[in-house]
C-alpha cells in the first residue's frame, strides 16, 4: 500500500490531475498514451537525431561496440576529453549560463555539487560540450557525439533519483533538468531536426514540453529549493500590473482585439478564445517582467516563464494549429527573438515564427506582419 501510494504521488501531471493511478512509463506513462495526452514525464527522454544521420550512425556505433560495458565504471571514469569540458564549463559556459547576480551559482555550486552526484556531473558535461561545439564548429560532430553520450549516462540515475523523491538529491535533481531544455535546443540546432510549433506528434518531444516538466518540477519542490542555494533564484517577482512598461505590450495589447473581433463571429469556439485569451494575458504579464522596478527577472528567464503557464487546452490548440493560437504564439516569437543571442536560443524565434507563418492562411497573415518585422537581438 505504501508503495503504490508513492507511485501515485510521484506520477505524472496528467494523471495526478484525473486522480488515476500512473504507471510512470517512458518516455510517457500508459495513461496518458492511452487517452492521447501529453505526459508531463517526457522532458525526462534524451532528444536524439534521426537515425538515418551520419553522425548520429557514427555516435551509436561507438555506443553499442562494447554492450556488456559496465554502466557504473563508465559514469564513474572522467578522462581527458571530460577535464577538458569541466574546465571549459567552469571558465566559459556557466557564465553563458549565468547573470551577474548569480554566476557562481552556475560555475561554482552546480560543479560543486556535481561531484556528489554523477547523473550531474554528466549534465554538465553534456552541456559544456554543446556549448563548446558552438565555439569550435570544425569539432562539432565530436562534440555533439560525447554530449549525447553524456546525456545517455546520465538519464538512468536522475530518473531514479527523482522518481525516489530523496531530499538530498532534490537540489541536483533540478540543476540537472535545468540543462534539458538548452540541450534539447542545441542538438537539434545542430541537426536541423526540430519542429518548431509545439506538437504531439513529432518525432521528438519538443521543448516546449520538456520545459513545462521543469516548471512543474519547480512547483512540486519549491519548498526543498527554497531552504538551499537555488532560494536566490527563487525570490518571487511582483507581476508589474502595468504591463504598458513593456515597449512591445502595444502591440501585444492589439492581439486582444483580434481575438475578441473574432469572437463576434458566428463561428467562433468562445472555450478556445479564452484559451487564448488567458495564454497572451499570461504572455503579457512574463513579458513585461524585466522592465519591472525590482529587475528580479532578465529577458531570457522571462521567456522560460510562459511555456510553463499556459494551459493544456492552449497546447492542443496549438496541436490543432488553430490560427488564434497560432498568432499569440507568434507574439512570444517577439520575446525569443530579443534573446537570440543568448546561444541555445540561437536561431529559434526566427524559425518558430516562419514556421507560423507558413501555417497561417492569408486571412491571418496581417496579424503577425508586426512580429516578422522585429529584429533578432
Not at 468562445?270 to 494575458?281: G, I, P
Request: hydrophobic share 35%; with cysteine.
Amino acid at each position: 500500500m505504501r508503495r503504490d501510494h508513492r507511485k501515485t504521488r510521484t506520477g505524472c501531471n496528467q494523471c495526478k490531475r484525473r486522480r488515476v493511478k500512473c504507471d510512470e512509463g517512458k518516455p510517457s506513462c500508459a495513461n496518458c498514451i492511452r487517452n492521447s495526452l501529453q505526459c508531463s514525464l517526457e522532458f525526462l527522454v534524451p532528444l536524439k537525431p534521426r537515425k538515418n544521420s551520419p553522425t548520429i550512425r557514427k555516435a551509436s556505433s561507438i555506443e553499442t561496440a562494447h554492450p556488456n560495458l559496465d554502466l557504473r565504471l563508465r559514469s564513474s571514469s572522467l578522462d581527458t576529453k571530460s577535464f577538458e569540458l569541466l574546465n571549459h564549463y567552469t571558465t566559459h559556459g556557466s557564465l553563458d549560463f549565468g547573470q551577474t547576480s548569480n554566476t557562481k551559482m552556475w560555475q561554482v555550486v552546480i560543479p560543486q555539487m556535481a561531484l556528489a552526484h554523477d547523473f550531474l556531473m554528466h549534465g554538465v558535461l553534456a552541456i559544456s560540450a554543446l556549448h563548446l561545439a558552438k565555439r569550435q564548429p570544425p569539432r562539432r560532430v565530436e562534440l555533439v557525439q560525447s554530449a549525447m553520450r553524456s546525456e545517455n549516462l546520465a538519464l538512468p540515475a536522475f530518473r531514479k533519483s527523482l522518481a525516489t523523491q530523496n531530499s538530498r538529491d532534490t537540489h541536483a535533481v533540478f540543476a540537472f533538468a535545468g540543462f534539458v531544455v538548452p540541450y534539447m535546443l542545441a542538438i537539434s540546432g545542430s541537426y536541423g531536426i526540430q519542429d518548431w510549433i509545439p506538437t504531439l506528434d513529432g518525432t521528438h518531444p519538443h521543448w516546449f514540453y520538456s520545459l513545462r516538466g521543469v516548471i512543474a518540477l519547480l512547483g512540486k519542490t519549491w519548498g526543498e529549493l527554497a531552504q538551499g542555494p537555488f532560494s536566490v533564484w527563487l525570490a518571487r517577482s511582483i507581476p508589474p500590473e502595468d504591463y504598458s512598461i513593456n515597449p512591445d505590450d502595444v502591440h501585444f495589447a492589439k492581439v486582444h482585439e483580434i481575438l475578441e473581433s473574432t469572437a463576434s463571429s458566428s463561428v467562433a469556439d468562445e472555450k478556445e478564445l479564452e484559451s487564448c485569451r488567458k495564454a497572451l494575458d499570461e504572455l503579457r504579464r512574463t513579458a513585461a517582467l524585466p522592465y519591472a522596478p525590482c529587475k528580479t527577472v532578465n529577458k531570457v528567464s522571462a521567456a522560460w516563464i510562459w511555456p510553463g503557464t499556459i494551459s493544456q487546452h492552449y497546447m492542443e490548440l496549438l496541436n490543432r494549429r488553430k490560427p488564434e493560437a497560432l498568432v499569440v504564439l507568434a507574439y512570444y516569437c517577439v520575446q525569443l527573438k530579443r534573446i537570440n543571442s543568448c546561444w541555445y536560443f540561437e536561431g529559434v524565434g526566427q524559425n518558430m515564427l516562419e514556421a507560423i507563418d507558413e501555417q497561417l492562411s492569408e486571412e491571418w497573415k496581417p496579424c503577425i506582419e508586426w512580429a516578422l518585422r522585429q529584429p533578432v537581438e
